[in-house]
Each structure stands twice: as structure tokens, then as C-alpha cells.
């Protein structure tokens, strides 16, 4: 090919140009509208759509929002646990007594929750509660680990 003059070069290349194209529109043609849809639909299907957490941690998350109604739909839907806990240990509790969510704490309180269980580093929701000085949460707190005959000595 490079021994042929430059018209007869030009010439050969556009021949084997337009076979590239016909070749390419007999595929297209054979393509049908179904398959092509199918294909878009495979695609669509492996995209990821979000990032799904598990019920229990957003209702940690919501717990240090203050979003009670999120946290009780996640309790009362059965998608979470009174007692779950964080990565540290910390409890719904251990953080409703450490930003001082006394209403929330009731309504976590009354799913019958250990009133005395230890984070990762020993402390319970009641240190929380005087360590942040939160005396409502302490009084609460000292209610009902008084008046529940199954709670642990403090």
C-alpha cells in the first residue's frame, strides 16, 4: 500500500472505510429494540441506588439527632432493638442520657432495656447522665432501676 501512489492510498481507504460502515450497520440492523432495552434494564438493575444502613444504626443516628419519631417507628416497626447497641457499646439509652433526651429515654425505657449495661469502656447510661449533668436523666434513671425488681444493683 505504500508503494501506491497518493489518489490510489486515498481511494483504498475510502473503500475500506465504507465496509467498515455497512459492516456496521448490518449489526446495528440486527439489533432489535428489545434486546437493546434488556440491556439498558441489566445496567439499571446493577447500579447501586444508595447506600442502605441497617435499621439499628439509623436509629443510633437518629437517636443523637433528636429524631424521636424516626426512633420509635424504628422500635415500634420491629426493625430495631430497644437494646442495640453502637460499635463502642453505647446503648440507645447511653445516648439519650448523654444529650439529654429525657423523652426519648422514657420511651426507651418502657421497651424494658437494661438500665445497667456497660459501654465498651464500663460506663452506664446513669454515669453518662451525671457525667453531662443531666439530673432529670439521673432521677429517671434511679426510678426505675429502683423500681424494676430484675435490674442490677447500682
Do not use: I
Not at 444502613?53 to 422500635?75: I, K
Request: with cysteine.
Amino acid at each position: 500500500m505504500e508503494t501506491l501512489p497518493l489518489v490510489q492510498r486515498q481511494k483504498l481507504c475510502r473503500q475500506v472505510r465504507q465496509e467498515q460502515v455497512k459492516r456496521y450497520h448490518t449489526w446495528a440492523d440486527g439489533l432489535t429494540l428489545s434486546s437493546t432495552a434488556e440491556r439498558r434494564k441489566n445496567v439499571a438493575a446493577k447500579k447501586v441506588k444508595g447506600v442502605n444502613f441497617e435499621q439499628s444504626m439509623c436509629a443510633l443516628e437518629a437517636t443523637e439527632r433528636f429524631d424521636n419519631q424516626e426512633v420509635v417507628q424504628s422500635l415500634e416497626g420491629g426493625g430495631c432493638e430497644p437494646d442495640v447497641c453502637s460499635p463502642s457499646g453505647a446503648s440507645l439509652l447511653h445516648k439519650c442520657c448523654a444529650n439529654d433526651n429525657v423523652a426519648l429515654a422514657e420511651v426507651v425505657l418502657s421497651y424494658a432495656v437494661a438500665v445497667n449495661s456497660q459501654d465498651d469502656n464500663g460506663s452506664t447510661p446513669l454515669h453518662f447522665a451525671c457525667g453531662y449533668d443531666h439530673p432529670e436523666l439521673v432521677q429517671l434513671l434511679l426510678e426505675v432501676s429502683l423500681s424494676c425488681p430484675t435490674a442490677e444493683p447500682l
